[in-house]
């Protein structure tokens, strides 16, 4: 008695299978690449206010009151706290990133900047969250000659 094999629909979890699989490459890609572009947006966020508490320290009132003298500048976290805070204000920092939040560290004469905001995610992949969060760093030095 011979047996012929029906293979007819064996093709059908392979391509199922497949298009799940590239459906969560698709999910995952575009997922890194919203990411990517918000993390690049705090990174120059915080860039620039790395920058601007430098500025606020190096321009507070020791200089105006007794100008640059032989010693460093004393760069403080208050005044380069003041600085970051101005610049995220002045550029709208809290209206392009809601829930942002910075931290300011003065180590010598550098100002170190930490940026933070969630990223809503696109396309999420079945388990993972909807939201992540997304940090950048910038940092500044100050040197007056």
Known sequence: MSRTRDERGTATPLIIG???????????????????????????????AALSGAEAGALGDDVYG?????????LTREQAQAGVRAYLAAVGAQRDFPGLRFDVDVRGDRVI?????????????PGAPETARVSAT???????Q
């Open 113 to 125: 900047v930490r940026v933070s905001a969630p990223v809503d995610l696109p396309l999420t992949l």
């Open 138 to 144: 910038g940092s500044a030095v100050v040197d007056p």
């Open 18 to 48: 497949f298009a799940l699989l590239l459906a969560m490459t698709v999910a995952f890609v575009v997922d890194a690449s919203a990411a990517f572009l918000h993390r690049q947006g705090l990174d120059t966020l915080a860039d620039g």
């Open 66 to 74: 007794a100008g640059v003298g032989a010693q460093p500048l004393r």
